[in-house]
């Protein structure tokens, strides 16, 4: 029986349930391949900026941000070239605000949303949320973009995940220019992993008005607990987009320390190419050394099926190799609920030193 103050709520919010975020153990001890954090430390200048922010003893905290994260948004625009302005940039608390305010212009009892299954889990939820029709489209094993299936919804818009999570497939330009011609609505192409692929999208906005393209901080940047995203799109949606976001939706510590580690390209150039290293140095381990089915990554993460001794796999396999990393503090990310990811563990791109603990557990797993 719903409570007294359950039944006050709107129907579709008492009845739908929260996204589970990864863990966040607050001990240290960890080897905490999770959530796809960078494994290295933001740029320097990151922190110098939110401590120049909070000096005169916190002075300038007495004031409201700059309510459009206007510096943000043309430093944006500039180190994406291609001829975009301020016009084309949209900030967030996170890209996860930025996936939440798509929802919230385009999605709604009326407005189905589709997005691929499996993709990131928060879609449905931001959907459900607004009260919208959810429209899953499924993947088979091979993960191949299903172009026709996804053109054939009623879908005002559709999120689509490139690199795609949780198995790390990048999709081309090719392949997202073909869903465009066919698929009639807004393509919301959440690029969270692009620094770490072959190709973005970046190129078809000017020519594809339907294409908005979402970008975190939170992974190659290494500011995940700063909690900064972005979108580019056509102006037009940027302007709705405006009218429906929280008017301080990026706080000032954020602002700052985001433009500070987005003006250091250098840094993360290093880091992100050590993560690409270390990634397809694994990727070739897994597979090779350890005859496990991988997909091809282009993200900081690898989704691999965990073989046993006996050579078998399948969810029972993945979970015991779940638990036995848990047992020794290593998380990684199982994916219980849906057949095609539940006999695989995502493990997020560590340092090396992280990345051999894994190695040596997987080892003590087999007994070898
Ligand atoms: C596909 C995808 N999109 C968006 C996000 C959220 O990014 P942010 O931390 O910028 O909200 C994540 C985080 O894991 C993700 O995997």
């Given at each position: 029986m719903?409570s007294?103050?359950?039944?006050?709520?709107?129907?579709?919010?008492?009845a739908?349930?929260?996204y589970?975020p990864?863990?966040?153990?607050t001990?240290?001890?960890?080897?905490?391949?999770?959530?796809?954090?960078?494994p290295?430390p933001p740029s320097?200048?990151a922190?110098?900026?939110i401590a120049?922010e909070?000096s005169?003893?916190?002075e300038?905290?007495?004031?409201y941000?700059?309510?459009k994260?206007a510096?943000?948004?043309q430093?944006?625009a500039?180190?994406?070239?291609h001829?975009?302005?301020?016009e084309?940039v949209?900030?967030?608390?996170?890209?996860?605000d930025v996936?939440n305010?798509?929802?919230?212009v385009f999605g709604?009892?009326?407005?189905?949303t589709?997005?691929?299954l499996?993709?990131?889990s928060?879609?449905?939820?931001?959907i459900?949320?607004?009260d919208?029709r959810s429209?899953?489209?499924?993947f088979?094993r091979?993960?191949k973009?299903?172009?026709?299936a996804?053109?054939?919804t009623?879908a005002?818009?559709?999120?689509?995940t490139?690199?795609n999570?949780?198995?790390?497939?990048g999709?081309?330009?090719?392949e997202i220019?073909?869903l465009?011609a066919r698929?009639?609505g807004?393509?919301?192409?959440d690029e969270?992993?692009?620094?770490?692929?072959?190709?973005n999208?970046?190129?078809l906005?000017?020519s594809h008005p339907?294409?908005?393209?979402?970008r975190?901080?939170s992974k190659?940047q290494?500011?995940?607990g700063?909690?900064?995203?972005?979108?580019?799109a056509?102006?037009?949606?940027?302007?709705l987009?405006?009218r429906?976001r929280?008017s301080?939706?990026?706080n000032r510590?954020?602002?700052?320390?985001?433009?500070?580690a987005?003006?250091d390209?250098?840094?993360?150039?290093?880091?992100?190419?050590?993560i690409?290293?270390?990634?397809d140095?694994?990727?070739?381990e897994?597979?090779?050394?350890r005859?496990?089915f991988?997909?091809?990554?282009q993200?900081?993460f690898?989704?691999?099926?965990?073989?046993?001794v006996?050579?078998?796999?399948g969810p029972?396999v993945?979970k015991?190799l779940y638990?036995?990393?848990?047992?020794?503090?290593?998380?990684?990310?199982?994916?219980?609920?849906h057949?095609?990811?539940a006999s695989?563990?995502r493990?997020?791109?560590?340092?090396?030193?992280?990345?051999?603990v894994?190695?040596?557990?997987?080892d003590?797993?087999l007994?070898?």
């Amino acid at each position: 029986m719903p409570s007294e103050l359950q039944s006050l709520a709107l129907p579709h919010v008492a009845a739908m349930h929260a996204y589970t975020p990864g863990l966040q153990p607050t001990e240290s001890g960890w080897v905490k391949l999770n959530t796809n954090e960078c494994p290295y430390p933001p740029s320097p200048r990151a922190a110098a900026a939110i401590a120049a922010e909070l000096s005169d003893a916190g002075e300038k905290l007495r004031l409201y941000p700059n309510p459009k994260a206007a510096p943000l948004r043309q430093l944006v625009a500039r180190l994406h070239g291609h001829g975009l302005t301020e016009e084309n940039v949209l900030i967030g608390n996170g890209s996860d605000d930025v996936l939440n305010l798509l929802v919230r212009v385009f999605g709604g009892p009326d407005a189905p949303t589709s997005f691929t299954l499996p993709s990131y889990s928060l879609y449905p939820v931001l959907i459900a949320i607004q009260d919208g029709r959810s429209v899953p489209v499924p993947f088979d094993r091979s993960m191949k973009l299903p172009i026709d299936a996804l053109a054939a919804t009623p879908a005002r818009a559709c999120f689509l995940t490139s690199p795609n999570a949780p198995t790390g497939i990048g999709f081309s330009n090719t392949e997202i220019a073909a869903l465009l011609a066919r698929f009639p609505g807004v393509l919301v192409l959440d690029e969270t992993y692009a620094p770490f692929a072959r190709e973005n999208a970046v190129a078809l906005l000017n020519s594809h008005p339907r294409l908005v393209i979402t970008r975190s901080l939170s992974k190659a940047q290494g500011l995940a607990g700063l909690r900064v995203g972005y979108c580019l799109a056509n102006p037009e949606v940027i302007g709705l987009l405006d009218r429906v976001r929280d008017s301080y939706n990026v706080n000032r510590l954020s602002q700052a320390g985001a433009y500070a580690a987005l003006s250091d390209g250098g840094y993360y150039d290093a880091i992100i190419g050590k993560i690409i290293r270390t990634r397809d140095y694994w990727f070739g381990e897994l597979t090779g050394t350890r005859g496990w089915f991988t997909y091809e990554s282009q993200a900081n993460f690898l989704f691999t099926e965990p073989k046993n001794v006996r050579g078998e796999t399948g969810p029972a396999v993945a979970k015991s190799l779940y638990d036995f990393f848990f047992a020794r503090r290593i998380l990684v990310r199982a994916f219980p609920s849906h057949p095609l990811t539940a006999s695989f563990l995502r493990i997020s791109v560590g340092t090396d030193e992280e990345m051999l603990v894994v190695n040596e557990a997987i080892d003590a797993w087999l007994g070898v």
